[in-house]
Every structure is written in structure tokens, then in C-alpha cells.
């Protein structure tokens, strides 16, 4: 069965440090990978999202990048934290359009000071 | 912005009533999903509907979909306790396959 591992589940980090979440999945060959980030109380913003190795689509503009190393896994990075990138950060898998169910890994609760 | 916007947006019963939460979405849809989400933890599937179907039923949830209103709605008969959680819908659009775009959720409490 296909899981996916998302860590850490807490991180708090200054301002101006750098940050890299990871994601990987397990079982499953050549997922989309989904970046989200959830502010409290919200549903989820699409931040990245990866169909294939190397290959990053970014949602919105801001200091957060994103990199596809290999086929399952799933790298989320920024060089200088900034106090707005606070939040509740989710990684997501999917097996595309034929296959559009997206399964979640358990977040990670990002606190920039 | 968002494409599916649920309603309403927290809503409170007692066990063994039933819960009913609606989405609205603004474009052509290939599908629409519904998750669920406990307070702070990841959101887990419940159930796909596609643009082709009205209804579909899994367990005690029922989900409709009406494409010419743009509107879906989840149904969760004889609530427990241990529904208490977010809800949320998420539409795959046509334009956009393979990327959905998800509501603010509706914050379902049910008291024992």
C-alpha cells in the first residue's frame, strides 16, 4: 500500500534561517506531488506542484522553493524565513487525472520567530 | 482564489442528527472531492464524484453533485462524535487537471 512521510511535524526557526521540509511516498511510482500551505482556519493554498523529476510548477510568488531530487520525493525549501511564511505546511500525492484522489502526509506546523 | 466555497462554515448538531454541507464552485469541474480534516492533521479522502455523475454514497456519507448550479453537497447521516472535524471540497477543474483548489471548510461539531 502507498504511504507518504512528511517531517518534521514541528519546526520553529528565527527569521532569516534557512528551512527544508521533506516528503517522500512509498508504493507508488511517478505520483503528482503536491505542496500546501493552510493558514488557521483555512483551506489549503497550492503552493508547488511536481508531475515528474525535476519538473516544479509554482503556484504563488514567494520566498519558498521547491525541488524534485527524485521520483518520490519531495523538497521544500526556503534560504531566509521570513514571520509570514508561519503555517501549516502539507505535502500531497496523487496518481494524476486518471487518479485524482490527493492523500496527505500529517503536516508540518512551521512557527517563524 | 478559491474555487469551491463551502457552507456553512462551522455547524454544530447533536449525535444521531444528520449534517449536511454544501459547496459551490465557479468553472467547468472534471471532478469534485470531499476531505475531511481533524485539528491538525493532514486531510484524508472521502470520496470522489465525477462531472458525469449526481450522487454517490459511501458508508454513511452521500455526496450529490449538481453541474448546472455548480454545487455539490455532503451528507453524513446518524452523525458520532468522532465526526467531528473539518470538511472540505476540492474541484480538479478542467482547465486545471490534476490540480485541485480547495474551499475554507466547514467546521462540523457533534455533541454526545
Known amino acids: 500500500s502507498q504511504t507518504i512521510h512528511q517531517w518534521p511535524a514541528t519546526l520553529v526557526q528565527p527569521v532569516g534561517s534557512p528551512l527544508s521540509l521533506e516528503c517522500t511516498v512509498e508504493?507508488?511510482?511517478?505520483?503528482?506531488l503536491y505542496w500546501y500551505r493552510q493558514a488557521a482556519g483555512r483551506g489549503l493554498q497550492l503552493l508547488f506542484y511536481s508531475v515528474g523529476i525535476g519538473q516544479i510548477s509554482s503556484e504563488v510568488p514567494q520566498n519558498l522553493s521547491a525541488s524534485r531530487p527524485q521520483d518520490r520525493q519531495f523538497i521544500l525549501s526556503s534560504k531566509k524565513l521570513l514571520l509570514s511564511d508561519s503555517g501549516f505546511y502539507l505535502c500531497?500525492?496523487?496518481?494524476?487525472?486518471?487518479?485524482?484522489?490527493?492523500?496527505f502526509g500529517q503536516g508540518t506546523r512551521l512557527t517563524v520567530v | 482564489s478559491q474555487q469551491g466555497e463551502e457552507d456553512p462554515q462551522a455547524l454544530s448538531i447533536q449525535e444521531g442528527e444528520n449534517a449536511t454541507m454544501n459547496c459551490s464552485y465557479k468553472?467547468?469541474?472534471?471532478?469534485l472531492q470531499w476531505y475531511r480534516q481533524n485539528s491538525g492533521r493532514g486531510l484524508v479522502h472521502l470520496i470522489l464524484?465525477?462531472?458525469?455523475?449526481r450522487e454517490k454514497h459511501s458508508g454513511r456519507l452521500r455526496v450529490t453533485l449538481d453541474t448546472s448550479k455548480k454545487s455539490s453537497s455532503l451528507l453524513i447521516t446518524a452523525s458520532r462524535a468522532a465526526d467531528t472535524a473539518s470538511y472540505f471540497c476540492a474541484t480538479d477543474a478542467s482547465t486545471n487537471a490534476g490540480k485541485s483548489t480547495f474551499g475554507d471548510g466547514t467546521t462540523l461539531t457533534v455533541k454526545p
Open positions: 464524484i465525477r462531472s458525469n455523475e
Open positions: 500531497a500525492w496523487s496518481g494524476g487525472q486518471l487518479v485524482p484522489e490527493a492523500f
Open positions: 468553472t467547468s469541474i472534471n471532478n
Open positions: 508504493g507508488t511510482s511517478n505520483p503528482n
